[in-house]
């Protein structure tokens, strides 16, 4: 089963509107961790926003905050007042504890072009 | 403020040749990583340390070795090269994991194996 699932390969979205980026996983480890990274054309990774398992609030960066849904394995991501500049790929990745030590799995990444 | 070093950005092989890919990083961190990125594709975790001496593999670890003699350091090794490892290798760091750091990545290395 995926541990990671992104069910948008790519997503059209007009500038200025509001943009949701879904992301569901699947842990048994209560104290994980969330991120999302943005990825431009250029290819670096880009840190956006971090959700742990223990939070008590949605976690929010500026523009970005996250819709963190704890009982439906959810993490989505918002980006508010889109920008033509937030065209990128977006991947959702987790962190998990693997006995002593912890491993990082990343989804396979959404598409986003904001359209002007 | 360097963050995490990785050298070469690109680089072209031939089949069977041998590399070093290089990163450094500056904020003493304990955690190093390194990732393999296929076109369209998330990332994919080759080795990983959680400290200087200590490596371990990930999911795709054929063909590459790693070491981790400081904690500064943790140069990827291509053995002997093939067309299949042509991809965009990124390494990564952070500090303790029960500390939520945030994950700081290179900014990439584009190898091509002909």
Request: net charge neutral; charged share 15%; with cysteine.
């Amino acid at each position: 089963a995926q541990k990671i699932t992104q069910t948008q390969p790519g997503m059209f979205v007009q500038e200025k509107e509001a943009v949701t980026l879904d992301c569901t996983y699947d842990t048994s480890d209560p104290s994980y961790g969330l991120f999302w990274y943005k990825q431009p054309s250029s290819g670096e990774m880009i840190f956006l926003i971090y959700q742990g398992s223990y939070d008590q609030q949605n976690a929010t960066e500026g523009r970005y905050s996250l819709n963190f849904q704890k009982a439906r394995k959810s993490a989505n991501l918002v980006i508010s007042a889109s920008q033509l500049g937030d065209s990128a790929m977006y991947f959702c990745a987790m962190r998990e504890r693997l006995d002593s030590n912890y491993q990082l799995i990343w989804g396979a990444g959404t598409k986003l072009i904001i359209k002007p | 403020n360097a963050g995490v070093t990785q050298t070469p950005k690109f680089q072209v092989l031939k089949t069977g040749q041998s590399m070093t890919l290089q990163c450094a990083q500056d904020m003493n961190h304990e955690y190093m990583s390194w990732y393999r990125q296929d076109p369209g594709m998330g990332l994919r975790l080759i080795h990983y340390s959680v400290g200087a001496g200590i490596t371990d593999q990930g999911e795709v670890p054929n063909g590459y070795n790693v070491s981790r003699s400081t904690t500064e350091d943790f140069p990827l090794r291509l053995l002997s090269a093939a067309p299949s490892q042509t991809s965009v290798y990124f390494c990564a760091s952070s500090g303790r994991w029960d500390s939520g750091n945030t994950i700081y990545f290179g900014e990439g290395s584009w190898l091509t194996v002909v």
